[in-house]
T-cell receptor
């Protein structure tokens, strides 16, 4: 089945630790996105990538990093510089411009 | 500034009690308005795309409409399984960015 796979579903981060969230898609989409969702707030854009080896900062990129070495993969690293990382993280992909986004099932990140 | 505002924040309905959710937007060069349904702990599920004022889309008990300033999601005779958060998003022209509203949490009581 075509879709977007996020892993893990739950992730715990210790103080000073970097953690990486995985996002893989087999929809052959060029564009991929990372959003952060906090209770009572809309989805906020962290990073997005329109093509392999290229990505742009979104509205809340500080404390996060990404890579796009393959079309299918867009991992997100939450660094120790992100002081409030507890949130629900969503990965999405899109085909041609102006089309809908397809979302993964999300990763809940919590701080120990 | 481009933004999307959804109202109400939360809505409780009795089963069969029809209502509407609102999505107001300001965006430079609208290239699409999208409605999603999100269940707790899951990713958003696509419902509709609207591209131009006057356009309407329907799916089961849901109907989405679009004007130049807002969109409505009409829910006719809702059932408890329609309980979810409904998200609205707009696509900015000339970019790959989508702007999301904060959502409407719908609870349908049996």
């Amino acid at each position: 089945d075509g879709g977007i796979t996020q892993s893990p579903k739950y992730l715990f981060r210790k103080e000073g630790q970097n953690v990486t969230l995985s996002c893989e898609q087999n929809l052959n989409h060029d564009a991929m996105y990372w959003y952060r969702q906090d209770p009572g707030q809309g989805l906020r854009l962290i990073y997005y990538s329109q093509i392999v080896n290229d990505f742009q900062k979104g509205d809340i990129a500080e404390g996060y990093s990404v890579s796009r070495e393959k079309k299918e993969s867009f991992p997100l690293t939450v660094t120790s510089a992100q002081k409030n990382p507890t949130a629900f993280y969503l990965c999405a992909s899109g085909g041609t411009e102006n089309e809908k986004l397809f979302f993964g099932s999300g990763t809940q990140l919590s701080v120990l | 500034e481009d933004q999307v505002t959804q109202s109400p924040e939360a809505l409780r309905l009795q089963e069969g009690e029809s209502s509407s959710l609102n999505c107001s937007y300001t965006v430079s060069g609208l290239r699409g308005l999208f409605w999603y349904r999100q269940d707790p702990g899951k990713g958003p599920e696509f419902l509709f795309t609207l591209y131009s004022a006057g356009e309407e889309k329907e799916k089961e008990r849901l109907k989405a409409t679009l004007t130049k300033k807002e969109s409505f999601l009409h829910i006719t005779a809702p059932k408890p399984e329609d309980s979810a958060t409904y998200l609205c998003a707009v696509k900015q022209g000339g970019t790959y960015k989508y702007i999301f509203g904060t959502g409407t949490r719908l609870k349908v009581l049996a």
